[in-house]
Nanobody, 119 residues
């Protein structure tokens, strides 16, 4: 059974840092591209960062460039999102997602973790 489980969310203040983790089981992580998405109340889900199976960062949203970093450790079956200099507009539920190499879309999702940044 494939599972993606996010952790590391919480309530922080503006300027603080958080590191989100996505623990993956039931698949060979090294054959999947991974992404971090977020959805704020009343807004559509958006892609924040993506990394391919070789560890190459393929996408970073303009709104988080210079502040967020995506990385992966295939040996630990874990993907990370390091978030620095957090802003209130980063408040959202953050989801990790997996996409098999040639697949056109992400089709495996975690349940999400809440990140709240107070001003």
């Amino acid at each position: 059974q494939v599972q993606l489980v996010e952790s590391g969310g919480g309530l922080v203040q503006t300027g603080d840092s958080l590191r989100l983790s996505c623990a993956v089981s039931g698949l060979t992580l090294s054959t999947y591209a991974m992404g971090w998405f977020r959805q704020a109340p009343g807004k559509e889900r958006e892609l924040v960062a993506a990394i391919d199976w070789n560890g190459i960062v393929t996408y970073l949203a303009d709104s988080v460039k210079g502040r967020f970093t995506i990385s992966r450790d295939n040996a630990k079956n874990t993907v990370y999102l390091q978030m620095n200099s957090l802003k209130p507009e980063d408040t959202a539920v953050y989801y990790c997602a997996a996409r098999f190499r040639a697949a056109p879309a992400y089709d495996l999702w975690g349940p999400g973790t809440q990140v709240t940044v107070s001003s």
